[in-house]
C-alpha cells in the first residue's frame, strides 16, 4: 500500500472502464503512465481488463453508480490504495428504451437518468472532496451529441446528457479557483459493443448515421479517449466548463 502512494503516479478513475470508450481511457491512461482504478458495474469484467492492462498496480472496482454508497465506497477505495485522485472520467452508462414517446415506461426512464445524471453527480461530489483537499484534478465527463440537439425518442438520454452538460459548467465555475478543472466531451455515434449491438438487431441504420456525419462515419472509441486524456491533461490546463463536441461534423452540420 505504501509502495503504491509514494510512487509519484498519477490516479485515474473510470467509470464504465471495462467496454467500450471507458476501456479505451483506461488504456490511453495506463499507456500515459496513470495507476488506472477501473470501476464497472461488472466486477470481473473490470478486473479482466486491469489484467490485460498488465503492470502498473492498477485497481478493479465494482460499483452501481447510481447506488450512493457504492460510489462512496469506490471513491474510498481509490483514495485507501493510491493516497490521492488526480482524475476523474464519468463515463458509466446505458443505452435507451428502443420506444416511442408514448410507449416508454417511468421505470425505464428513471433508471437511465439515475445511471447517467445521478452517477455523474455522485462520483464527481465524492471525488471532488479529495480534489479540494489536494487543491488539484480534472474530471471528464461524458456527454452527447443527444444532449445536444433533439434525436427523436432519446427522451431520457438526452435529458440525462443535457443535465451533465449543465452541471459540468456549474462544477467548473464552483471549483475553478481551487485548482479542479470540469470539462465534458459529447461523442457522436461511437462504434462500441453497445452501438454494434443496436446494428445488429436492428434498432441504428448505420448507414443513415454515416450520410448525417459530415466525416461520413462512426467515431473510433480511442478517437474519444484522445480527446479525454486531452482535456484531462496539463496540455489543457486553461480549459475547464467546455464541453467539446467530438462527432465528426454531426452538431454543426444542419443537414437532415
Not at 472532496?129 to 443527444?146: D, E, F, H
Request: aromatic share 4%.
Amino acid at each position: 500500500m505504501d509502495e503504491i502512494k509514494t510512487s509519484g503516479k498519477r490516479v485515474a478513475v473510470v467509470t464504465g472502464g471495462a467496454s467500450g470508450i471507458g476501456w479505451a481511457t483506461a488504456q490511453r491512461f495506463a499507456e500515459q503512465g496513470y495507476c488506472v482504478a477501473i470501476a464497472d458495474l461488472h466486477r470481473e469484467a473490470a478486473r479482466h481488463r486491469v489484467e490485460e492492462l498488465g503492470a502498473g498496480n492498477h485497481l478493479a472496482i465494482g460499483a452501481d453508480v447510481s447506488i450512493e454508497a457504492d460510489v462512496i465506497a469506490m471513491i474510498r477505495h481509490v483514495i485507501d490504495t493510491y493516497g490521492r485522485i488526480d482524475v476523474l472520467v464519468n463515463n458509466a452508462g446505458i443505452g435507451e428504451q428502443a420506444k416511442p414517446t408514448t410507449e416508454q415506461s417511468v421505470d425505464a426512464f428513471d433508471r437511465l437518468l439515475d445511471i447517467h445524471l445521478r452517477g455523474a453527480f455522485l462520483a464527481c461530489r465524492e471525488v471532488a472532496k479529495q480534489m479540494l483537499a489536494q487543491r488539484a484534478g480534472a474530471i471528464v465527463n461524458l456527454c452527447s451529441i443527444a444532449g445536444l440537439s433533439g434525436i427523436p425518442t432519446r427522451n431520457a438520454y438526452g435529458a440525462a446528457k443535457a443535465g451533465i452538460a449543465a452541471m459540468t459548467r456549474s462544477m467548473a465555475c464552483e471549483w475553478a479557483r481551487d485548482g479542479i478543472r470540469v470539462n465534458a466531451v459529447a461523442p457522436g455515434y461511437v462504434a462500441t459493443e453497445l452501438v454494434d449491438a443496436l446494428i445488429g438487431n436492428g434498432q441504428i441504420d448505420v448507414a443513415a448515421i454515416e450520410r448525417r456525419t459530415p466525416m461520413g462515419r462512426l467515431a473510433r472509441p480511442a478517437e474519444i479517449a484522445e480527446t479525454i486524456m486531452f482535456l484531462a491533461s496539463d496540455a489543457a490546463s486553461y480549459v475547464t466548463g467546455a464541453v467539446l463536441s467530438v462527432d465528426g461534423g454531426w452538431h454543426a452540420s444542419g443537414s437532415a
